[in-house]
Each structure stands twice: as structure tokens, then as C-alpha cells.
């Protein structure tokens, strides 16, 4: 029997998901003589990878040793946007005397259905990524766990799969802080790889971590009914983001009710009377509290053990993860990796975008590059915060001079008609131009509105023109146009509008 993390509850929906993505009765099959493609890891770099390769006509073994579906599916972006869609709701229930509705004062969360609500919709998507579907496909599924054990070959129960071109797509995982927090280990702590296993509330939750999926879970949390605090080592929330941006975040969070201990340090957590105890320091103070689960949003490492990467002379860090160039070609010219094993960038849509370098590269004309991607991403608070290219410290870094166009939400009609004027679209151009260099945008759905920016960069689209492209009326959108709106704005020098003014007198003659 193959040694894989157990689903829990075992309830129906559990029960479909992992007949889908790791059926126990599967028959590994007889392998090709030799593949073009040997694919290791089925989360969505390596999904993409085999599918893509086979429906080019290429032989592709794909490795999985857990569930198909990687993190995305199993304990990632799947599950955590169904809980937050229905934090969502208590929040809009919370909020509707603001738009003239009354409602009963015992509206309350049912956990219990959240969740399973949750693996409901979990179980009907992954036959999206189920062995079956990859099997039509024409790939080749091994389930176990998978090991080069020669310059050709990787092995898998047992079998050796011989390879033109091989991929490691193995992902990362959830780990403990770093350095270890004493006596968290002892004390038992959630990670996002075991926090969708909840089925009744923990009344008081400790989030260690303010970054995306910390602040993520600990605004949906608070919303479900927990009483959520929020650790942090900096002096505010999502350090990361534009700095506007998630001071309006952080506004939100404790308009709610997290409690945000900032520039923290954990000091050690100990178990009491059937509760975890945290002891931290904050601003230069001893405190502690006690709580009833710890859920650890700070660290992530690659899945690099046990590949035997040192016998095909690929480098890697234990941290950082393998070494790859901009074709996402490892220190051996026959391997290749994507995803969150090797990139920075630890989104699904960044694992898509790099097995199609990937396919490109590994099976043809070696041309696509990692660094000519315009790539945005999102945080799923509420607010969203959305980002594509250059912060304005990353300009100033690199010595980019640039002219920066905001418009706030509270200027825009839809905005104030939904009730979410808080936040803002910035875009940012180079100076003197309307090139855009980057832009943030913080919106109920920032994560929906920021392709346009982004498109708008990689087609090298300017601001100027942005400002005539017809936008539905009344739309959050709006906003992105308004950003083009002031853009033309500053074309109207005095000089130029004394030129028009002459001109317009002239015609009135």
C-alpha cells in the first residue's frame, strides 16, 4: 500500500476526491520503451506540462506520489476561496442595515456546513485532475514515489522509465517557522495543509504570519466566528504589498476584530489544560495567551528530498529550491523544473505559464524565457489587493524614474452603489510617457480587474489609450480607465491649451 496522507473526514465528497486523484486500486502501467516527457509531480506545473506535451503528440510519464492536483486542488487555492466565499457572505450579512435591509439577530455560521460545502465543490472538480481523465489523454500515470537513478532514468515502484527529456515538478510544502518555535512541534500546530480538515470551530485561533495566507485565513476565520489573532515580526501586515494598499487591509482586519500583534516575536508555545498557550513578546512587552489551534502561514520549502538530484547533477537549495536558467533548465541540460519547486513566483497560475515554457523548450526550438512574463497576482482578503510588475521601491531601486495616476473608489459611481469605495486603482508609467510599468489595485475584486493592466503591459498598451477604451457604465472598472482620464490630463500643458483656446476663438468668428 502506498504510503499517502490520509483525507479526513472520510465523508463522501473525501471519498470521490481521492478515487479521482489517487484511486487505492490503481495498476501502475507497463512502461514505454522510452519517453519524450517523464514528469514528476501532478500539481498544476506538471498537469499542464503532460497534457500539453501529449496533446502534441509526445509520450509522457507523469509521477504523483500523493494526490493529483497538487496543492491547488487539495489544499490550496480550491478550498480556500470556498470558506472565503462563505466568510464572504457572513460579512454581507453582517453589513445589510447599510443597504436598507433589517435581519434576525440569530443568524449564525454553521461550521460544520462550511466545510463541507467546501469538499463538496473540491470533490467535483477534481476530476478535472483525476488519473482517469490524464490516462484519456494519452499520459502515462505511475503512482509512488519517483527517483532518477540514472542519466535516463527515473525509477517508480519498482519500474524504470527511461526519458529523453525529464521535469521536476514537485512542488513545495508547508513547514514549521524558522527557527523552530520551541515546544510547537509537541504542542501541534495547522498548516494550510491540514487546516481544511477542520470540522468543528476553534473558538480561539493563533495565525503566525501576515503574509497572503496568513491574512487570508485569519479574515475568514475571524468571519466564520473565531476569535483570530494574528502574529506578525513587521510593523504591519502584507509587508510585501504597496504600502497603501495594505494599510487599507489592516483598517479592515481591525475594523473586524483580529487582533494584530505586530512586531512580535514567539517566544515558545506550550499545551495547558487541554489548550496551546503562545508566548510572545510584543513592542519590547511579555505577554501570552492561550487558544485553541495555531495555524503556522510563515515558511514553505521544495520537495527536493528523496529525488536524488545529486547523482544527475542537478544543484539545489534545501530553502531556495532547484537551481534553474530563464529557459527553466536545471545545472543538467535534460531536466528541466516549474512550479513552486524552483520559482519565486509560488502561484498556479505561474506554474501554468511555466510548463508552457517548458513544453516549448524541453520538446522543440529552445526560445520562451521565465523573464519575459508580465505576471499578477492577488491576495484574497477582503478588500483584494491585486499587483502586476513594479512597486514604486522597485523603480526606485532600479534607478526608473516614474510618474504614478491613482484613482480612489470612492470617486467612482459603482464603487459607492456596492458599498466598497474602499480601496483604489494606482497605476504607475515611466516618465514622461504613458508606459505602464506596474499597478495595484485594491477592490472587492481587485483579483478580477487587474488582467487589464496586466494585458495592457505585455501588449504594450499605453495608459494614454487605456483612457479610450469604452468601459461599461457603472462598472469598478471605471476606475482603471479614470487612471487614463488623468493621464491625458497632464498632455494639456498651458501652452497647449492656450494654442486650443486661440484656435477654438478663431472658429467661433
Not at 490524464?134 to 505511475?142: C, I, N, P, R, W
Not at 489544560?273 to 503562545?278: A, H, I, L, M
Not at 520537495?303 to 545529486?310: H, R, S
Amino acid at each position: 500500500m502506498r504510503n499517502i496522507p490520509q483525507l479526513s473526514p472520510q465523508d463522501e465528497y473525501n471519498q470521490v476526491l481521492g478515487s479521482n486523484t489517487h484511486p487505492a486500486d490503481w495498476t501502475n502501467p507497463a512502461p514505454a520503451d522510452r519517453y519524450n516527457l517523464v514528469v514528476i509531480g501532478a500539481g498544476t506545473a506538471g498537469l499542464v506540462t503532460a497534457a500539453g506535451a501529449a496533446g502534441l503528440g509526445a509520450k509522457v510519464a507523469l509521477i504523483e506520489r500523493h494526490y493529483l492536483g497538487g496543492d491547488c486542488l487539495n489544499v490550496g487555492c480550491v478550498p480556500s476561496k470556498c470558506i472565503i466565499r462563505s466568510s464572504r457572505v457572513v460579512a454581507e450579512i453582517r453589513d445589510a442595515n447599510l443597504f436598507g435591509i433589517g435581519l434576525p439577530d440569530d443568524v449564525e455560521v454553521d461550521f460544520a456546513a462550511v466545510m463541507e460545502r467546501m469538499r463538496r465543490i473540491r470533490s467535483h472538480i477534481s476530476h478535472h485532475d483525476s488519473v482517469k481523465r490524464f490516462s484519456e489523454l494519452g499520459v502515462d500515470v505511475f503512482l509512488g514515489d519517483a527517483r532518477f537513478s540514472g542519466p535516463e532514468t527515473v525509477e517508480v515502484d519498482g519500474q524504470a522509465l527511461y526519458f529523453k527529456k525529464a521535469v521536476i515538478a514537485s512542488g513545495a510544502r508547508a513547514v514549521a517557522p524558522h527557527p523552530l518555535i520551541e515546544g510547537l512541534e509537541d504542542a501541534g500546530y495547522l498548516t494550510n495543509e491540514t487546516v481544511f480538515s477542520l470540522t468543528r470551530r476553534p473558538e480561539r485561533l493563533a495565525v503566525i504570519g501576515a503574509g497572503p495566507i496568513g491574512c487570508e485565513l485569519a479574515q475568514t476565520f475571524r468571519r466564520l466566528g473565531c476569535q483570530v489573532m494574528l502574529f506578525h515580526n513587521g510593523g504591519h501586515i502584507l509587508n510585501r504589498e504597496d504600502a497603501d494598499a495594505a494599510a487599507i487591509v489592516q483598517d479592515q482586519f481591525l475594523r473586524e476584530g483580529v487582533q494584530l500583534v505586530l512586531n512580535s516575536a514567539i517566544k515558545r508555545v506550550t499545551a495547558e489544560n487541554g489548550r496551546k498557550v503562545v508566548h510572545f513578546e510584543s513592542e519590547g512587552a511579555a505577554d501570552s495567551a492561550a487558544v485553541d489551534e495555531v495555524l503556522v502561514g510563515a515558511g514553505r520549502a521544495p520537495n527536493v528530498d528523496g529525488l536524488n538530484l545529486e547523482g544527475v547533477g542537478v544543484q539545489y537549495h534545501p530553502f531556495r529550491g532547484i537551481l534553474v536558467n530563464d529557459y527553466l533548465q536545471t545545472t543538467n541540460p535534460r531536466i528541466f523544473a516549474g512550479g513552486d519547486v524552483c520559482m519565486d513566483w509560488k502561484f498556479t497560475h505561474a506554474a501554468d505559464a511555466a510548463a508552457r515554457i517548458i513544453i516549448q523548450n524541453a520538446l522543440f526550438y529552445k526560445s520562451k524565457k521565465l523573464s519575459s512574463l508580465t505576471m499578477p497576482w492577488a491576495t484574497y482578503t477582503d478588500p483584494e489587493i491585486a499587483h502586476v510588475g513594479m512597486y514604486e521601491r522597485d523603480a526606485e531601486t532600479q534607478g526608473i524614474a516614474i510618474e504614478t495616476y491613482m484613482r480612489e473608489l470612492k470617486e467612482v459611481d459603482r464603487a459607492l452603489a456596492d458599498g466598497e469605495e474602499n480601496g483604489f486603482v494606482k497605476v504607475h508609467v515611466k516618465k514622461g510617457t504613458d508606459k505602464i510599468v506596474g499597478g495595484t489595485i485594491v477592490a472587492r475584486h481587485a483579483g478580477e480587474m487587474i488582467s487589464e493592466i496586466t494585458l495592457a503591459i505585455a501588449g504594450k498598451v499605453g495608459l494614454g489609450a487605456i483612457a479610450n477604451v469604452i468601459h461599461p457604465y457603472p462598472t469598478q472598472a471605471e476606475a482603471i480607465k479614470q487612471t487614463g482620464d488623468a493621464y491625458n490630463r497632464t498632455r494639456l500643458t498651458p501652452l497647449v491649451k492656450k494654442v486650443f483656446q486661440r484656435w477654438l476663438a478663431w472658429n467661433r468668428r
